[in-house]
Nanobody
Framework: VQLQASGGGLVQAGDSLRLSCAVSGRAFGSYSVAWFRQAPGKEREFVAASFRSTNTYYADSVKGRFTISRDNAKNTVYLQMNSLKFEDTAVYYC???????????????????WGQGTQVTVSS
């Protein structure tokens, strides 16, 4: 399984941006997929996840602003980011797992497949 993230860029506070993550491999619909982010000097943190094409979950810091969605026909997961803030600046990574359990969904160490990351910079 390979993941390719794209869509990052430089935007102003209050703007929107949509990230995409193309996932190779079979049975994409059964995978749990997630977005994490890592700001300079900080640990990689959970942003949002889609658990086996059923429910979605968000970090409190992005709830109501970010939306994760997936197109299983295109093997692609998206992260729509609205009302961006300076503190959203980070490298964003997509991750996937075929076997993750719900209680570990927000744990970055539970994901076996990662994309290369895409930079999102929000100017204040």
């Amino acid at each position: 399984v390979q993941l390719q993230a794209s869509g990052g860029g430089l935007v102003q506070a209050g703007d929107s941006l949509r990230l995409s993550c193309a996932v190779s491999g079979r049975a994409f619909g059964s995978y749990s997929v997630a977005w994490f982010r890592q700001a300079p000097g900080k640990e990689r943190e959970f942003v949002a996840a889609s658990f086996r094409s059923t429910n979605t979950y968000y970090a409190d810091s992005v709830k109501g602003r970010f939306t994760i969605s997936r197109d299983n026909a295109k093997n692609t997961v998206y992260l729509q980011m609205n009302s961006l803030k300076f503190e959203d600046t980070a490298v964003y990574y997509c991750a996937a797992s075929a076997s993750i359990i719900l209680s570990q969904l927000k744990n970055r160490f539970s994901y076996s497949h990662w994309g290369q990351g895409t930079q999102v910079t929000v100017s204040s």
